[in-house]
């Protein structure tokens, strides 16, 4: 126990420690409660209807000034706009035209900068993301929201984006899974029974790619690929297609699916290849000597046995297909991209972290489940490399 | 009898159709980074073999660009120091999670691993927020703590996998004879495990070698590696160089593969 502590304690530092922080990221967000307190507080007397009191006002253009100088007010903004689009422009208009502004009545002031201030929604934004502890990053991943009065609806159908995403992603790591299994069960079965030499050499091509570098690899699918590619000027040079009849297969689903799958088939020729190697030749001997055809033979003797493999390389890849970053961002185009695209682009672009945690931990999840579940049926001890 | 023949047959042909797909992805590359042009396909110079169409100028490119060479240093000081930081820290574990005294083995091997299952994009987000705190986003120290945590899973299975074919009496018979235990690992266990950690640390460097998104998140321009330069490239200003790179690498994964076979035949 003492020699594994080391490793434990480093581990939570460098590795738990740091998702931990992401859960919480996902449900804490201090900012907006943090710049504007005084004016929550005043919302707090308001009912919702009609518009708040004037002393939300008055504490509101108190602290979205202060809120200026101290240089937070855009991060505020962002924010509120999250939850009211075009709010963004309103805190900025009226932090810097509340600076002409020296005394009330503060709605009247704050409505001539912009009319958003009499309209109640506004309020109601900037109440909601006040929340210090909150759920909406996780309704905003859910393609959920909350209505002024509180209850939570679905987005409207075209406005749902990460629900059709998560499910694109699994039945994209689905058909990942199944071309692996598809394409990998063949070869495991030739490298399992033929003679050591030959099966050494067929092991490393399998071992090659597993070795190549990622980035290397979707390079290659790239330049095969890409209309001005290898692939098509081999089929124009052979008359199959037309010179202006050049397939597009990558930079969408087909460029994801072709080199997530050439990423993936070693996870699933290994497993596959390490149980049939165990599977001895004389058991199909005897099916065929008490009269079994091979197909029958396979299907209730060899099949079977190599249950094991295959629930083993399955799982493996789709619990690797489902969290894939790397191949889709390259090669995916707009249309092959996955819910780990969306972290990403949360994490880089969009800068809204909140919503980038709660997506990471919904996925998160997912992938605990499958990592508890590949425990149960393969045993995590008996994971191997090759 | 002829049903079986060419079922037989389109077996044959279909795996070869498989192997076809895994190799030739990462054969194609090779000849094309010695292209004169800078165009990612053959040109019919190339085919002719005429030797006007093959050229070394993105060897020579990525020789004197700043930026590739830059990011060989970077790539091998982080790549190094996170290899030394997991291979200690795993083989120690390992040691440990081998012992039959350890209690709750299977929770804390699942929690070892799990580095390696985790989608690197959840770990990358969860070590920018949490590194960010700590001061140690852009620095390397950052990285080299971050490769080295996903690096651990790999120098642990392959170093558990080795003590599995362990004899536990060579440490008793070593202890009898009055080795403490330090001595005992030193000169009886490691001499016999050890193909089990170079594989282990091997594995963990190509890990470190090969990340890019972690780089992505915590590094900034100093901590440019060579996987986080070729997705510049792949993304930004596609340059037949990167062909070159990538010759390199492949050139790379077949020294540690062979290495790695050779250690696993040793061991064997």
């Given at each position: 126990m003492g020699l594994v502590l080391p490793l434990l304690i480093f581990l939570g530092v460098t590795f738990l420690a740091p998702?931990?922080?992401?859960?919480?990221?996902?449900?804490?967000?201090?900012?907006?409660?943090?710049?504007?307190?005084?004016?929550?507080?005043?919302?707090?007397?308001?009912?919702?209807?009609?518009?708040?009191?004037?002393?939300?006002?008055?504490?509101?253009?108190?602290?979205?000034?202060?809120?200026?100088?101290?240089?937070?007010?855009?991060q505020v903004a962002s924010r509120?706009?999250?939850?009211?689009?075009?709010?963004?422009?309103?805190?900025?208009?009226?932090?810097?035209?509340?600076?002409?502004?020296?005394?009330?009545?503060?709605?009247?002031?704050?409505?001539?900068?912009?009319?958003?201030?009499?309209?109640?929604?506004?309020?109601?934004?900037?109440?909601?993301?006040g929340e210090r502890i909150t759920a909406r990053h996780y309704l905003n991943a859910l393609d959920m929201q909350r209505l002024a009065d509180g209850s939570v609806a679905r987005q409207p159908e075209e406005r749902r984006i990460y629900l059709p995403l998560l499910w694109r992603t699994l039945l994209v790591s689905l058909a990942i899974t199944v071309f692996c299994l598809v394409l990998g069960y063949p070869i495991a079965h030739l490298i399992a029974h033929a003679r050591p030499r030959r099966a050494g050499l067929l092991l490393a091509l399998v071992l090659v790619p597993f070795w190549t570098s990622l980035l290397v690899r979707t390079t290659s699918w790239i330049v095969l690929l890409q209309t001005q590619g290898v692939v098509n000027d081999l089929l124009v040079a052979i008359g199959l297609i037309g010179d202006d009849g050049r397939l597009s297969m990558v930079y969408n689903m087909t460029g994801t699916l072709v080199a997530m799958t050439h990423v993936l088939l070693p996870f699933m020729v290994l497993p596959l290849y390490s149980v049939m190697r165990s599977i001895p030749p004389l058991h199909m001997r005897a099916a065929a000597s008490m009269g079994a055809t091979p197909a029958q033979a396979f299907r209730r003797v060899y099949w079977p046995q190599t249950l094991p493999g295959v629930g083993a390389g399955s799982l493996l890849v789709f619990i690797l297909a489902i969290g894939y970053y790397i191949t889709p961002a390259l090669v995916g185009g707009s249309s092959g991209q996955l819910i780990s695209n969306m972290v990403a682009y949360h994490m880089q672009t969009s800068l809204n972290w909140g919503l980038a945690a709660a997506l990471g931990a919904l996925l998160l999840v997912g992938v605990l489940v499958l990592y508890l579940l590949y425990d149960r049926l393969v045993g995590v001890e008996r994971m191997s490399l090759g | 009898m002829i049903g079986a023949r060419v079922g037989r047959i389109g077996y044959l042909a279909f795996c070869t159709c498989v192997f076809i797909f895994l190799v030739a992805p990462i054969i194609v590359i090779v000849p094309l980074?010695?292209?004169?042009?800078?165009?990612?396909?053959?040109?019919?110079?190339?085919?002719?073999?005429?030797?006007?169409?093959?050229?070394?100028?993105?060897?020579?490119?990525?020789?004197?660009?700043?930026?590739?060479?830059?990011?060989?240093?970077n790539s091998l000081?982080?790549?190094?120091?996170?290899?030394?930081?997991?291979?200690?820290?795993?083989?120690?574990?390992?040691?440990?999670?081998?012992?039959?005294?350890?209690?709750?083995?299977?929770?804390?091997?699942?929690?070892?691993?799990?580095?390696?299952?985790?989608?690197?994009?959840?770990?990358?987000?969860?070590?920018?927020?949490?590194?960010?705190?700590?001061?140690?986003?852009?620095?390397?120290?950052?990285?080299?703590?971050?490769?080295?945590?996903?690096?651990?899973?790999?120098?642990?299975?392959?170093?558990?996998?080795t003590l599995s074919a362990f004899d536990r009496n060579l440490t008793r018979a070593a202890a009898s004879l009055g080795a403490g235990p330090v001595r005992t690992f030193r000169t009886v266990q490691l001499p016999l495990i050890a193909p089990g950690v170079i594989s282990g640390a091997l594995f963990a460097f190509a890990t470190s070698f090969d990340e890019v998104v972690v780089v992505l998140f915590m590094g900034g321009l100093e901590q440019r590696t060579i996987p986080r330069q070729m997705w510049a490239g792949?993304?930004?200003?596609?340059?037949?160089?990167?062909?070159?790179?990538?010759?390199?690498?492949?050139?790379?994964?077949?020294?540690?593969?062979?290495?790695?076979?050779?250690?696993r035949r040793r061991a064997s």
């Open positions: 998702l931990g922080t992401m859960l919480v990221r996902s449900v804490y967000d201090p900012v907006v409660a943090d710049a504007l307190p005084a004016t929550l507080t005043a919302l707090r007397e308001w009912n919702g209807e009609g518009l708040p009191p004037e002393a939300a006002y008055e504490a509101a253009a108190g602290e979205i000034g202060a809120a200026r100088e101290a240089r937070t007010l855009g509120a706009n999250r939850l009211q689009s075009g709010l963004r422009g309103v805190f900025t208009r009226t932090g810097r035209d509340l600076r002409e502004v020296v005394e009330g009545p503060w709605r009247d002031a704050m409505a001539a900068i912009d009319s958003a201030w009499v309209d109640p929604g506004t309020w109601h934004a900037i109440r909601a993301a | 980074s010695f292209n004169a042009e800078p165009y990612f396909t053959f040109t019919e110079g190339m085919l002719r073999l005429d030797p006007e169409a093959w050229s070394l100028r993105w060897y020579r490119e990525i020789v004197e660009n700043e930026a590739w060479t830059r990011g060989l240093v000081v982080i790549g190094v120091s996170a290899t030394l930081l997991a291979t200690v820290l795993g083989t120690l574990a390992a040691l440990g999670l081998s012992s039959p005294a350890m209690p709750a083995r299977r929770f804390i091997t699942g929690l070892l691993i799990s580095p390696m299952v985790t989608p690197v994009i959840i770990a990358a987000a969860g070590m920018f927020f949490f590194y960010t705190n700590l001061g140690l986003a852009q620095t390397h120290l950052g990285l080299i703590l971050a490769h080295a945590t996903l690096g651990l899973p790999f120098v642990v299975i392959t170093v558990v996998a792949i993304r930004e200003q596609i340059s037949p160089a990167i062909l070159a790179v990538a010759t390199f690498l492949i050139v790379f994964a077949l020294a540690l593969l062979f290495t790695v076979e050779w250690l």
